[in-house]
């Protein structure tokens, strides 16, 4: 999350970013985004076993994912970006990861 804000922030040209491997980022941040979603659902309701292996091999890709993502930003930003993330990163609480994944409504 905190790549992918830095990035918005750093106002990079879309036509100089990595569009491929963003959008491989993007794929995983969403896998991550289900798995939570998972875990507000009934028991029984999904395949538990299935739903473990998914998350976990999208959790084993994020780190290079990330790192791809970086090395192909244009050199000219990413100082920006590295410093952007790191303050964003230091910034984030728990509870932003779940802004993405949807809520039951009560009542």
């Not at 875990?39 to 994912?65: C, E, I, K, N, T």
Request: hydrophobic content about 50%; aromatic content about 4%.
């Amino acid at each position: 999350m905190a790549l992918l804000r830095a990035i918005d922030r750093a106002f990079i040209a879309p036509r100089n970013l990595p569009e491929h491997e963003l959008h491989q980022l993007y794929e995983l941040d969403a896998d991550c985004a289900e798995a939570l979603w998972a875990l507000d659902q009934p028991a029984g309701s999904l395949d538990f076993r299935a739903m473990v292996r998914d998350s976990l091999a999208s959790l084993d890709q994020l780190a290079a994912a990330r790192e791809l993502v970086r090395a192909r930003i244009p050199s000219a930003a990413q100082p920006i970006v590295l410093t952007l993330e790191k303050s964003i990163r230091a910034k984030l609480a728990r509870p932003e990861a779940y802004n993405d994944v949807s809520r039951p409504h009560v009542g």
